[in-house]
């Protein structure tokens, strides 16, 4: 069974920067696809980012193209979003989620998943943006 942990939330301020970690416990990252997922109280959880080790893609959610960045240290076995030009709508808790997708789109976009139940999720870090 896998795992993964995130880390980096905090509290900045709009216009600010954010960098989240999301690390495997116990499992390289190779042929898997991770994602960033947000949810806001009162609010759907939203796709922010993911990437696949698979095919090197990259997606973004149309909020957050061209100011976060989704990236992999395959040294580290870390995947990271760096978040920049921050702005209070982007306040939420980010999760950060594992599967077996091929590529980063269809992590993002939720397709029907290779092995149904395979998905882990981490804890969730808050991330709280004031204006």
């Known amino acids: 069974q896998v795992h993964v942990v995130e880390s980096g939330g905090g509290l900045v301020q709009a216009g600010g920067s954010l960098r989240l970690s999301c690390a495997p416990s116990?499992?390289?990252?190779?042929?898997?696809?991770l994602g960033w997922f947000r949810q806001a109280p009162g609010k759907d959880r939203e796709a922010v980012s993911c990437i696949s080790t698979k095919d090197g893609s990259t997606y973004y959610g149309d909020s957050v193209k061209g100011r976060f960045t989704i990236s992999r240290d395959t040294v580290q076995n870390t995947v990271y979003l760096q978040m920049n030009s921050l702005k209070p709508e982007d306040t939420a808790t980010y999760y950060c989620?594992?599967?077996?997708?091929?590529?980063?789109?269809?992590?993002?976009?939720?397709?029907?998943?290779?092995?149904?139940?395979?998905?882990?999720w981490g804890q969730g870090t808050q991330v709280a943006v004031s204006s």
């Open positions: 989620t594992v599967d077996l997708y091929s590529t980063a789109a269809d992590m993002c976009l939720q397709a029907p998943p290779p092995i149904p139940g395979f998905a882990a």
């Open positions: 116990g499992f390289q990252l190779d042929f898997y696809s």
